[in-house]
């Protein structure tokens, strides 16, 4: 073969998979999908919710939807670096995430220290200051540990209602009473917390039903909603939360709303 055909042939396996068609890789990662080559998101990862611009084939590993890929680019192989390349997205996602809050904390702690500092050197007008400095050292340390720390608790069969009662009293809350999703109990209810105050906190709107095999929150922007002093602990830490340790998804498309998707139990 000359060498103008072997960089054409290159070039082709490259550039398309079955039928000169671009090879193309959705992968789940948590309960959400995700598009290898671009970052495209998709979800919730759902056989009956294959992702936009089939078709496509399934990708299942024991049973579990791990990704979706062109028809006849080799499902077994393509299932092998579905759960590969979403384990790797995971991981960057979860390590990028850690390094954000780890400098956020970082900053919150010199500003207390240089406040504590100046009053003890008389500047007693900055006691309070100092006070809701230390608050938000600790909101920012407690989202530090969540992400960095692996979660150990089992999921079970919880009703939303009481989840929300817990994380977002303030909240008008519309869904069916006897609702529920199998998810960990204390992770569930610290990520409708996070949701929650990112969305205003008293005076959200979170309604809920059943789409398939999941359970559908929407929660509309409290009014006089103010943007989150530190964004991190807004849509990021909400995203891992629901994609990463609930196996839901998380769909922050609309500016005004936060719509979540968690498993049904």
Known sequence: MTLVGLLASVTSRLEGGAGGQPDVLW????????????GRRHGPADRGFPPPEGPWA???SNGRLVGWARPGTGERAAARRAQEEGERIRR??????????GHKLRS????????????????????EQIYEQAQDVGRRGLALERVAVDQQD??????IAAALGLAASGA???????????????????????????????????TGAQAGAWWRLEIAEAPGRRPLAVPELGEPLVRHY??????????????DRAVIYLPAS
């Open 58 to 60: 399934e990708l299942s």
């Open 108 to 127: 919150s702690v010199l500003a207390l220290q240089e406040a504590a500092r100046q009053a003890a050197f008389g500047r007693q007008e900055l006691l």
């Open 92 to 101: 960057e996602r979860r390590a990028r995430l850690t390094s954000r809050l």
């Open 172 to 206: 008008r809350r519309r869904l069916p009473a006897d609702a529920k999703v199998r998810v960990s109990e204390p992770v569930l209810v610290e990520g409708l917390r996070t949701a929650y105050e990112w969305m205003g906190g008293p005076e959200t709107v979170i």
């Open 242 to 255: 629901v994609d990463t340790l609930l196996e839901g998804w998380l769909d922050a498309s609309a500016a």
């Open 154 to 159: 089992m999921a079970r069969d919880v009703v």
């Open 27 to 38: 992968v789940r990662v948590g309960g959400g999908l995700e598009e290898v080559t671009s």
